[in-house]
């Protein structure tokens, strides 16, 4: 997930010095979102929501390779707390190295980048505890003085106790930043994933034959629902508003449509769509030092 | 050079997260879809299998084999006119707009565990037939029902339909009356199968699976004709007369065992209906013992002298208010009358009912119908077999459904409590309810041998590897004992040897890791006056008694009025218009087929003429109460020795 215009990197590409700090920056995100599909149920029986509160805390150093290319190392905390069903809570951190590559200082080069991420994660729900890593390429780059664009194409692992969360996936993005000034920045993020993805529900045919694995789930303990594993077409729309709060900090808002429809076909009638929809709504104050 | 160290470490950084996220590993309650239930090694997995399955020469099981079931199909449908579904549905009249045809959806919780949608129909000629579908939508957890098998069965969900299973009531290809025949379809092809998996654990062939709780018989095949065929075999007592007719039943719907959906069209009241008409059909399938002037039994045929005419009527017209069948809706019998004056009934009701009844209620002949534990006294009388199979064996109850159901229910220690009542071991010192699984030791019946090398065998024991023989005492209780040896006696095939006559006791421990079987006895009996020499009995000698007088002959002819499933007479078995050595060598087959070789003392030819549960009662020479080498038993001996010699021709 992109939060907030990712245009603003751009600056710091080729940056380097001896007298500079250790650290290029330190981020601090605070955040609240209300998710109206946290198990990514399919039929309204099987939709819960909750909402939750983030806490993230990234740094960044960026290394000079040459005078075209640098590398940027980003280590990554962040704690998530869930109000209704604490088994979603979870702490993860990570590092995050990208090699970038930018022809030239001019303002509509190309930034390109190769990049790895690995984060580890600990779940209320100890079936989800694990550890998950993308590796990607994206290319970024200003089409007008308000316009910037950024596109990427990763594949996203993730391993956990329980195999149900032993996904895979091939995602990419792409983001529009639109300035409006010193206003803030409105941003557009359309991501497609194809892979597998993760849903909860009760033990029914429909869920039993789309499922590659099911577990019942320990996050929704009174339910007695499984979570289980499919294969799917996901599409992730993101619309949001990044208002500045003064040089360093800003507030975003925004909405996150996720709909996931499964590859599998079934051979019976199936009551209603197998489409899966969730709502996310964030608002998140970012920090930067 | 601080640049690159920082990389470095970086990279390794990035090296250990990417390793750690190749963790993984599932946890214990992940659940694959599409496995089958796991098979644990050493536990019992003998369902669905006859208690004599007719062990071969070379250890092989005949009715577990794909012969059985060609040379079962050759016999019902010599043509193959219906060797696929179409075919067999089209032969049937299915969905050509006669007699009359109804489909019920439910879920089997009882015995198999599958959603079940079965369309059934009577024709005009009051032919009758069945096809199941059955659903199984596999969870690889324990086998057990699912509402999403009869999800599936509502849906007809192709992926999850494991097997497609026909019975027809209509007559053998020469003719004559009605006889139950079974068959299995591919699911995809539908084409008839040889074998079908009805459990998940592993091919069996047909018409085992269907019959051995459907009331058939798995006797052998017939040795090989002149031309080479082997034949299935041919009951004296079918009234159909028809090799194929296995006295196999149609099963009544027990409703009370069925769940039912939800869902509108599949509810149990709108079920109801279709499931009393298919009641109904079953009942005509059962000849009646008497005129009856009630509509329900107007279709059912006059019962031929002797012949067997089941349980099962009697279970239906219960289930609906009795004769005219007054009550819409099945409601579950009370137990049968001797349950209640014994004081039984809930006995009964945690074990019978659940677990045998379904089975047993179709099983019996029409001189001898103790088996169908239609009676406290008939259950009573099997009380050492029941221990045997569902304490020791665990080959019953026979489905692994309702084995675990049981296993996991009150009935488990009410039965418990009965065969203690009976004297029979099936608790532990402490108390607890023994369970088959565990070590049981069995060194061979009792007997009488010859002096010098005697063969034993602990292979027979159950759920065990090692073993551990001795001789507890020699003639006269001698311990030490003197006069004998015991060669490999930590071994399965150990050697007695003995040089003096009398009785030798002998201990057998059978072991599997840790757990050992308590001490089995074996008495041999040494008498080197012996004849004929234990390892020299053939064939002829067993012929020879069975042939003496009248004594088996007088019952057990083809000709015989009281109809018995066996002859032991010589005839023209072949049909081939003379009396020959195929008939002879038929003969053999026939009477090898009544040898249990997995338990050796429940032979048929062991038990009937000692008078277990035989309606000729007790045999001259045949006398169990007596030691090995008394002639009383004498021809039972005879026998018994020819038996554990392999049963030579």
């Not at chain 2, 009150?410 to 607890?432: C, I, K, M, T, Y």
Request: glycine letters at 10%; charged letters at 15%; one cysteine or more.
């Amino acid at each position: 997930m992109v939060r907030g215009p990712v245009s603003g990197d751009q600056d710091e590409l080729l940056q380097s010095g001896s007298n500079r700090p250790f650290l290029d920056s330190v981020n601090i995100e605070l955040g609240y979102s209300y998710d109206d599909n946290v198990t990514l149920g399919r039929t309204g029986d099987e939709i819960l929501w909750d909402q939750s509160l983030a806490l993230g805390a990234s740094a960044s150093r960026a290394f000079r390779i040459g005078d075209k290319t640098r590398l940027v190392v980003r280590g990554l905390l962040n704690g998530e707390k869930f109000n209704r069903y604490n088994g979603l809570s979870n702490l993860s951190g990570g590092l995050e190295a990208e090699i970038q590559y930018r022809q030239s200082g001019a303002f509509d080069a190309i930034t390109y980048a190769a990049f790895a991420r690995g984060w580890l994660d600990n779940f209320a729900s100890h079936l989800r505890d694990g550890s998950h890593y993308s590796l990607g390429v994206s290319a970024r780059g200003a089409l007008t003085d308000r316009i910037a664009l950024f596109a990427e194409l990763a594949h996203n692992e993730r391993h956990a106790q329980s195999e149900v969360w032993n996904v895979l996936d091939h995602s990419a993005l792409l983001n529009l930043d639109y300035s409006v000034g010193e206003s803030g920045t409105l941003y557009l993020t359309g991501q497609y994933r194809r892979g597998d993805v993760v849903s909860d529900g009760h033990a029914t045919l429909v869920n039993v034959s789309l499922a590659k694995v099911f577990v019942l789930d320990d996050a929704f303990p009174n339910e007695q629902w499984f979570a289980y594993r499919s294969d799917a077409r996901t599409w992730i729309s993101t619309v949001g508003y990044n208002l500045p709060l003064g040089q360093q900090a800003s507030l975003d808002i925004s909405w996150r449509r996720v709909q996931s429809t499964p590859t599998a076909h079934l051979n019976f009638d199936v009551q209603g769509s197998l489409r899966y929809v969730a709502n996310q709504y964030s608002i998140v104050l970012l920090k930067r030092f | 050079m601080a640049l690159t160290r920082l990389f470095g470490w970086i990279c390794a950084a990035a090296a250990a997260l990417v390793l750690a996220a190749c963790g993984g590993g599932g946890s214990p309650g992940d659940v694959h879809p599409g496995t089958d239930p796991a098979i644990v090694p050493g536990e019992p997995n003998a369902f669905l299998v006859f208690p004599n399955p007719q062990v071969q020469p070379d250890g092989s099981l005949q009715t577990t084999s794909a012969a059985y079931a060609q040379a079962y199909y050759a016999a019902i449908d010599p043509q193959n006119a219906k060797d696929t579904l179409a075919k067999w549905k089209a032969a049937n009249g299915f969905d050509t707009g006669t007699g009359t045809q109804v489909t019920v959806v439910f879920g089997d919780v009882r015995d198999l565990g599958f959603g079940r949608r079965i369309t059934g129909r009577q024709n005009i000629d009051g032919t009758l037939a069945f096809y199941t579908e059955n659903y199984l939508v596999k969870t690889g957890g324990a086998y057990a029902f699912s509402p999403i098998n009869l999800e599936a069965a509502i849906v007809r969900d192709p992926s999850a339909l494991v097997y497609v299973a026909g019975i027809e009531f209509s007559p053998g290809p020469a003719g004559g009356v009605n006889f139950a025949k079974y068959f299995n379809f591919n699911v995809v092809t539908g084409a008839r199968e040889n074998m079908a998996d009805v459990d998940g654990r592993g091919d069996k062939a047909m018409p085992g699976p269907c019959i051995v709780c459907h009331g058939g018989r798995a006797d052998a095949l017939t040795a090989r004709d002149a031309s080479g065929n082997v034949h299935f075999n041919l009951l004296l007592n079918a009234v159909s007369g028809a090799r194929g007719d296995v006295l196999g039943q149609l099963p009544p719907f027990e409703v009370s065992s069925f769940q039912f959906s939800d869902k509108p069209g599949y509810t149990r009241s709108e079920q109801e209906p279709m499931l009393k008409t298919m009641n109904k059909w079953v009942l005509c399938s059962y000849p009646l013992s008497a005129p009856s002037t009630f509509p329900e039994d107007a279709c059912r045929r006059a019962a031929s002298p002797g012949e067997w005419q089941g349980t099962a009527a009697a279970l239906i017209k219960a289930a609906y208010g009795g004769d005219g069948l007054p009550n819409a809706a099945y409601v579950e019998p009370a137990a049968p009358s001797s349950w209640a004056t014994a004081g039984q009934t809930s006995l009964y009701a945690t074990v019978v009912a659940p677990a045998c009844r379904v089975c047993h209620l179709l099983r019996g002949t029409g001189r001898q119908s103790d088996i169908d534990f239609t009676t406290y006294e008939k259950f009573q009388s099997y009380a050492n077999r029941i221990f045997a199979t569902v304490t020791n064996r665990g080959d019953m109850p026979l489905a692994k459904l309702v084995y675990d159901t049981f296993h996991a229910s009150s009935g488990e220690a009410a039965l418990a409590d009965f065969l203690v009542g009976q004297g029979l071991p099936a608790r532990d010192a402490g108390g607890a309810v023994l369970r088959p699984g565990r070590p049981i030791a069995d060194p061979g019946p009792d007997r009488v041998v010859r002096q010098g090398a005697t063969p034993l065998s602990a292979g027979n024991s159950l759920f065990a590897d090692t073993y551990a023989w001795s001789i507890v005492s020699g003639p006269n209780g001698a311990v030490p004992p003197t006069g004998a040896t015991l060669t490999n006696a930590n071994t399965a095939q150990p050697t007695f040897n003995a040089t003096t006559d009398g009785t030798y006791v002998l201990s057998l421990v059978a072991s599997k890791g840790s757990a050992r079987s308590a001490p089995k006895l074996l008495s041999l009996v040494v008498e080197n006056g012996l004849t004929p020499d234990p390892s020299a009995i053939r064939f002829a000698d067993i012929k020879a008694v069975l042939q003496d007088g009248q004594a088996c002959q007088g019952c057990h002819s083809p000709t015989s009025a009281l109809h018995p499933p066996i002859a032991f007479t010589s005839y023209d078995r072949d049909g081939d218009g003379a009396i020959g050595p195929t008939d002879d060598a038929w003969f053999y087959a026939e009477v090898r087929s009544r040898i249990n070789f997995t338990e050796i003392a429940t032979s048929a030819l062991l038990q009937k003429p000692s008078g277990q549960h035989h309606f000729g009662g007790l045999g001259k020479g045949f006398d169990t109460t007596l030691a090995p080498g008394q002639p009383g038993r004498a021809k039972y001996d005879l026998f018994l020795n020819w038996i554990v010699n392999g049963a030579p021709q």
